[in-house]
């Protein structure tokens, strides 16, 4: 009789090494043991009415259609909207065809950009600590990633440390660009330190790429969530960047509704229609009716831009409220907060609470991985380890840190302090 069971492997070579995922693991992991998860980035607030209105109201119109297939590149209302959007915040003429093409959530314009872009020995440069999908996309692409760290420089008066204290030595970044360059990845502000680049900073980039003739890909999902007055600059907006620029955006985040998954791409046509092509390839759309539900939020925000009504207005002022909170909590049992500049996210030195979680040397583990799972199996609280944030080569540079999820109602917050309260004093007594 013919053997049923196939003998020859079955994986493409492209996902060698790539079957581990942080996300998969730790979600798990929260949802088996949590009783507070401030892990992955979601709100647990609900997202604002005039969004949830625009959907029902989608939904009841009594325009059928909406529950069809639409445009590939993007329904036709959120293309013009998000073009006319975007045509105020870069302050230039944008065409909702080309400019703008709408993606399953900003995870999904990120794929497109590398396929339709890196090509089989191509070197894309990635700034650590970075969101971790960027590191096996460009592999799945045959590019080949390249580190470049942010360095902490703690400040010496004792005062708590910044997400600006967190820098690009401008030599070692000049360093890593070369011919075999094809691309950067920019993420500002940052998950997960909630760095937001300075003008300086995006401005030395933008040289190298100009000098060097290289892509950005340029993930500004937390373009709204920025504290203390600080300003979110584009670097699509600075010298000779337009052209070489794939901006990403993400509804999710933008409008606290990150399950709906609707993201989007602009930058020039002459990038974008290479992505057109991954995406008629593989996805083709996402949901009509999220889609139509998203463009009227955009209508509202059009509207209310810069008032003090307007969501993305608002949102940044809600969170920096939960973000000092939660720095405060942090700091008061000396958890020591890294104060983030900009995202929902916050990053915290837990070496003091290290004697409760005692090392194994021998570990191929980092050690913020295993307190992180001791933490969430022990004491309820979900958090992510630094370390993901890492390439597999520098995972064990930085492992006394976690980072925390601030976008989450005030009785989550205040349950994470209690947690972290109790904990403290058991140490200690
Ligand atoms: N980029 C960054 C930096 C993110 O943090 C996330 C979500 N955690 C994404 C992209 C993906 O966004 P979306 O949910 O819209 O796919």
Redesign the pocket.
């Known amino acids: 009789t013919l053997q049923a069971k196939m003998s020859r492997p079955v994986q493409a070579r492209r996902l060698e090494g790539m079957d581990k995922n942080i996300w998969v693991e730790f979600v798990q992991l929260a949802a088996t043991y949590s009783k507070v998860n401030l892990g992955?980035?979601?709100p647990d607030f609900p997202a604002p009415d005039f969004l949830t209105e625009a959907l029902r109201r989608a939904l009841g119109g009594g325009n059928h259609m909406l529950h069809q297939y639409t445009r590939a590149f993007g329904h036709p209302p959120l293309v013009k909207v998000l073009a006319q959007f975007f045509e105020k915040l870069l302050g230039r003429d944008l065409d909702p065809m080309t400019n703008v093409m709408v993606?399953?959530?900003?995870?999904?314009?990120?794929f497109c950009c590398f396929q339709a872009l890196v090509d089989e020995g191509d070197e894309v440069i990635i700034i650590e600590p970075f969101?971790d999908?960027y590191e096996p996309m460009v592999k799945m692409a045959g590019g080949t990633p390249v580190f470049v760290p942010l360095r902490p420089n703690p400040p010496k008066d004792g005062k708590l440390m910044s997400s600006a204290d967190w820098q690009l030595d401008p030599a070692e970044l000049a360093s890593k660009f070369s011919e075999r360059t094809k691309a950067i990845v920019l993420?500002s502000p940052?998950?997960p330190l909630g760095k937001v680049f300075s003008r300086g900073e995006l401005g030395l980039i933008a040289e190298l790429c100009v000098k060097h003739d290289v892509l950005c890909i340029s993930?500004e999902?937390?373009e709204w969530l920025v504290y203390d007055g600080k300003q979110h600059i584009r670097i699509a907006s600075l010298q000779g960047m337009w052209d070489r620029t794939v901006i990403?955006?993400?509804?999710?985040?933008t409008f606290s509704a990150?399950g709906w998954?609707?993201?989007w791409a602009v930058g020039p046509d002459r990038l974008l229609q290479h992505l057109r092509t991954v995406h008629q390839n593989s996805v083709y759309h996402c949901a009509t009716i999220a889609q139509e539900a998203v463009a009227q939020g955009f209508q509202r925000e059009l509207m209310l831009y810069g008032k003090p009504e307007s969501y993305f207005v608002q949102l940044p002022k809600e969170l920096q409220q939960k973000r000092d909170w939660l720095v405060q909590s942090l700091d008061s049992v000396g958890m020591k907060p890294i104060i983030p500049e900009g995202?929902y996210f916050l990053v915290a030195d837990i070496s003091q609470f290290k004697s409760d979680v005692p090392d194994v040397p021998s570990s191929d583990e980092p050690y913020d991985s295993r307190f992180a799972k001791w933490m969430v199996k022990n004491k309820g609280l979900a958090a992510i380890p630094l370390s993901a944030f890492y390439s597999e080569a520098h995972k064990n540079n930085y492992t006394n840190f976690i980072r925390f999820c601030f976008a989450k109602e005030e009785a989550t917050l205040k349950a994470a302090s209690d947690i972290l309260q109790k904990w403290k004093q058991e140490k200690t007594s």
């Open positions: 992955q980035g979601f993606t399953v959530g900003a995870y999904q314009a990120l969101f999908c993420n940052n998950n993930d999902v937390y990403i955006g993400s509804a999710g985040k990150t998954k609707v993201g995202t």
